[in-house]
């Protein structure tokens, strides 16, 4: 079944839709959990306007709009990262540079979005300061 196979792909030894499909996937489903999601955190922030800070920590507080918060931050950045990878991958010619930033970018969405987590995690759980 070589036959199928691009030129490239008979050297990576990946032939058609042995990778790529899985992320074309993840980031296509990511964007549309990311459509409910970002709506209520959009909602959220404009109920907020204008409130004071505690108003809005006691608005963190609820175990409904915690959870829609740690939803919306995982997902986004899971699907931030993907994009990135991929422009990356796209515009990126150099092997070891695309490979550098690549790690970059996948350790940086994650250092980013455990950081936003361990917030939502603080203020939901009581600890403000």
């Not at 691009?6 to 050297?11: A, D, I, N």
């Not at 899985?22 to 109920?47: D, N, V, Y």
């Not at 609820?62 to 997902?75: H, I």
């Amino acid at each position: 079944m070589s036959v199928f196979k691009t030129p490239l792909g008979r050297v990576r030894g990946k032939g058609s839709a042995k990778d790529g499909t899985q992320t074309f996937w993840h980031q296509r489903l990511t964007a549309i959990a990311l459509i409910p999601l970002a709506t209520t955190f959009a909602g959220l922030m404009i109920a907020l306007t204008g409130d004071n800070y505690e108003s809005a920590v006691a608005a963190m507080r609820s175990p409904l709009v915690g959870v829609a918060m740690l939803m919306f931050l995982l997902v986004g950045f899971y699907h931030m990262s993907i994009g990135l990878a991929h422009v990356v991958e796209d515009y990126v010619h150099s092997e070891l540079g695309k490979i550098a930033l690549i790690i970059i970018v996948k350790l940086g969405c994650l250092g980013l979005g455990l950081a936003c987590v361990l917030s939502v995690l603080k203020l939901s759980f009581g600890s403000a300061a």
